[in-house]
């Protein structure tokens, strides 16, 4: 199988990359449209802000490459963010794919510290993205803003509020955690991905 991980301003691809091998899957990191658009399964992963991204994406033409893609795409974190319609983070429109928008999390709702890090469960959890995947699963979150409930939200978290831990729209899917750090469960949403 042909795996590719797209290469952008936006780290954590190592991490992506020691987790498939754990799993027996090898990928190309590349931001070369052919070798994108020629691979089996497609991996959209970001740590960053959003504005940056999208700038370098645009700049390449990867905006337009990714919302082309045919087959399946697995957005991470920022990843997950830049899918959807807008984030407010440097009022940044992003690529679409997503109706949902993203929002900074409001500390003053709360007692709790922004950005979120660390374990929290995910619920309500639908598409083949987690199947034998236990309900209330525990997995590693890193991040200051989050996808709001809608249409595509296919697994739900609460943190200041409930909002998007998954998003699925045709041959996309998306998750706001960090599978390649979510121990059993990531490991298990990685292969249903390769999968599909």
Not at 41 to 64: C, H, N, Q, W
Not at 99 to 106: A, I, N
């Amino acid at each position: 199988m042909n795996l590719a991980i797209i290469k952008y301003n936006a780290g954590n691809i190592q991490s992506v990359l020691y987790a498939l091998e754990r799993i027996g899957a090898e990928a190309i990191v590349t931001d070369d449209a052919a070798e994108i658009r020629a691979a089996d399964k497609v991996i959209f992963p970001g740590v960053g802000e959003a504005s940056t991204a999208m700038g370098y994406l645009r700049d390449r033409g990867l905006d337009v490459l990714i919302r082309g893609l045919r087959q399946p795409v697995l957005g991470i974190c920022l990843g997950l963010q830049l899918m959807c319609s807008y984030s407010e983070e440097n009022d940044t429109q992003c690529l679409g794919i997503f109706d949902e928008k993203v929002k900074k999390f409001d500390p003053a709702a709360g007692t709790l510290k922004v950005p979120q890090i660390g374990w929290n469960n995910i619920y309500d959890l639908r598409t083949p993205l987690f199947a034998g995947v236990a309900e209330n699963s525990y997995c590693y979150f890193v991040h200051g803003y989050y996808a709001s409930l809608g249409d595509h939200t296919v697994a739900t978290t609460d943190y200041v509020q409930p909002y998007s831990a998954g998003l699925h729209r045709d041959n996309f899917y998306g998750v706001q955690f960090h599978p390649e750090k979510s121990a059993q469960a990531g490991e298990k949403i990685l292969k249903n991905f390769i999968s599909l």
